[in-house]
Nanobody
Framework: QAQLVEAGGGLVQAGGSLTLSCATSGRPFSGRGRGWFRKAPGKEREIVAAINWSGTPTYYTDSVKGRFTISRDTAKNTVYLQMNTLRPDDTAVYYC?????????????????WGQGTQVTVSS
């Protein structure tokens, strides 16, 4: 059974940085991309960033461009999200998932095997 585990969330002051990690176990999903998503209170889940397994970022949502960087380590089967210059509106539960189905990388319906999420809270 595949399992994705997010880590690295926490409480940070506005302007600070955090790095999230998402480790995949059980199945390697060789060649499959990954995505980072977030769910803020009162808002729908949205895609934050996506990456193919060749290491090329394929999508960033406009609000994080220039601040967040998605990357991956194939040896560790882990994807990362480096978050800089954090803002209070970045506060959310952050999830990772496997790009499992065909479709656009920004399409939530193309993803499966979601992790349980890690809480990021940015204070003003």
């Amino acid at each position: 059974q595949a399992q994705l585990v997010e880590a690295g969330g926490g409480l940070v002051q506005a302007g600070g940085s955090l790095t999230l990690s998402c480790a995949t176990s059980g199945r390697p999903f060789s060649g499959r991309g990954r995505g980072w998503f977030r769910k803020a209170p009162g808002k729908e889940r949205e895609i934050v960033a996506a990456i193919n397994w060749s290491g090329t970022p394929t999508y960033y949502t406009d609000s994080v461009k220039g601040r967040f960087t998605i990357s991956r380590d194939t040896a560790k089967n882990t994807v990362y999200l480096q978050m800089n210059t954090l803002r209070p509106d970045d506060t959310a539960v952050y999830y990772c998932a496997v790009k499992y189905y065909t479709g656009s990388d920004y399409d939530l319906g193309a993803y499966a095997y979601w992790g349980q999420g890690t809480q990021v809270t940015v204070s003003s």
